[in-house]
Every structure is written in C-alpha cells, then in structure tokens.
Nanobody
Framework: QLQASGGGVAQAGGSLRLSCVATGRSFRLFAAGWFRQAPGKEREFVAAISWSGGTTHYADSVKGRFTISRDNAKNTVYPQMNRLKPEDTAVYYC??????????????????WGQGTQVTVSS
C-alpha cells in the first residue's frame, strides 16, 4: 500500500515537499514515480526515480523546479517542489513499478498507486 502526503496550499514561487510511504512490503528494488491530474485534464507524468536513485526523469514542465529523491531505508519517495506555479495545481499520485517495466514516464509502467494528495498553488 502506498500513502501519499504533504500536499496543501502554497503561493506561487513557494515550495512543498510530498512524501510517498510504502507499507506492507519493501519497495527498495522498485522504480517509483509521481503523476498529477489537474481538474478537467488527463493524468500526466511528473517525475520518476530508479530503485537505486541513480536515474531520474522529469516532465519538461517541472524540470529545474522539482527534485525527486528516495530513502529506501524508510520506504519513502520525496518530490521536492520549488518555484511552484498555479499550473502545478493538481492531485498528485505516487506509484511504484515492481515489474521493471522500463517505462518510467508512462502510467502503464506502474502497478501500485497511492490515493493522491491535493496541491493547490495560488497566484
């Protein structure tokens, strides 16, 4: 089970740090990713990290502003979101890929999903 938290309200230019904790089993060997869905839009890729943390991927829209990291000892993945923009407003979902799909930026590459946490950025 994945538990996402850390969402809330921030002003444009501010920062938020989300967390995604896996319970019930270790996910230290699994790639992990974050996606988001804004009202009226399809869910889109945000960031992904390999099981070791050595490889990361970012959507162009967040590159340079968001940083994804993980602490495998705590079974937790963190996206640090800086210089937030109103267009970052969305429900953010974490996911893990136990099957090594090799598709870190695609929804179908992930088997387990968290419940989502709301991020609202005011202008």
């Amino acid at each position: 089970q994945l538990q996402a938290s850390g969402g809330g309200v921030a002003q444009a230019g501010g920062s938020l740090r989300l967390s995604c904790v896996a319970t019930g089993r270790s996910f230290r060997l699994f790639a992990a990713g974050w996606f988001r869905q804004a009202p009226g839009k399809e869910r889109e890729f945000v960031a992904a990290i390999s099981w070791s943390g050595g490889t990361t991927h970012y959507a162009d829209s967040v590159k340079g502003r968001f940083t994804i990291s993980r602490d495998n000892a705590k079974n937790t993945v963190y996206p640090q979101m800086n210089r937030l923009k109103p267009e970052d407003t969305a429900v953010y979902y974490c996911a893990v890929d136990p099957g090594a799909s090799g598709r870190p930026t695609k929804e179908f590459g992930y088997d387990y999903w968290g419940q989502g946490t709301q991020v609202t950025v005011s202008s």
